[in-house]
């Protein structure tokens, strides 16, 4: 039986989607098979994944564009592997993630396992952050989550290996209306329904920052943040949780504030100031979104004002 199922959905990523399968099928642990979904490309992404000939490889393709979810959805319905690995088509691993992870899952009975994420920018040499440093988690061992603890350190970002059994048995899928949080969903529903995830301290993962991504596309991720977190408030098995309804309550709070930021940022680009000014007075978060991004806001605009004066 082939040990884990590698998914990754490809939308116009013909530029990096080569460096993400080759660090798949590189792996240390060698019982795996890929599955790449590409989600109607209009660029060459589908015939760069075909120059690849290692038979552990398979191309499905979408007719027209579906986005992430139901690209995953689709892949794991193909899956024959114990595990789901997630990999993003513009990012990589290391080439020990797999078998790493494995050996902790097996060994602590884990239905879940995610490992730290470095931060890259893309074209850079070096990883910029650490998830978990980020967040400011720090542990040396094998560390059990609980949903509160999932919610408040915003582990979604995590790329867990998942066994495939533990989302058959309990009708678990990707929600398909989710273009952005669809991750987060996900996670928390398998943690509700009694999933042991384990996270390690070391990063396996490489996430790779560009612009035109999906999570760059930041105005319209956190207004969709912002509307997932308000539903899953209004649900009933959240209700009866306090302490994880007390968590998201906190994590909305925080959404709103982020996605008036936005919004009004949004509105100066397009400069529509006037508009902008409105939007801001109306949403009095926006500017406790703003204070903490303040020194980089000014940092970045008087670099702008030097490149300008002295080219």
Known sequence: ??????????????????????????????????????????????????????????????????????????????AKGEWIALLDSDDWY???????????????????????????QDGADSPTNTMFIQQEIYFNKPKEIDPVYFVDYYLSVTKPLIKLNFLIQHGLEFNEDLRYEEDFVLFLLCLLKGARFLIVPEPYYYYCNRVGSLVTEYMHFHEQAYKTNLYLLQQDFIKQNRKLAHSLSKRLTIMKQIRAFYRVRQYVKERAFFTALIEAIQNPTFFLALWPRLPVILKYQLSQRFQTKFS
């Open 1 to 78: 039986m082939t040990k884990v199922s590698i998914i990754i959905p490809a939308y116009n990523t013909s530029q990096y989607i080569a460096r993400a399968i080759e660090s798949a099928l590189y792996q240390t642990e060698q019982n795996i098979e890929v599955l790449v979904v590409d989600d109607a490309s209009t660029d060459n992404t589908v015939e760069v994944v075909a120059n690849f000939t290692d038979p552990r490889l398979k191309l499905l393709v979408n007719e027209s564009n579906k986005g992430p979810s139901y690209s995953r959805n689709r892949a794991i319905k193909e």
């Open 94 to 120: 290391t080439p020990q993630r797999i078998e790493m992870l494995l050996q902790v899952a097996q060994r602590e009975n884990a239905d879940l396992i995610a490992d730290d994420i470095y931060f890259i």
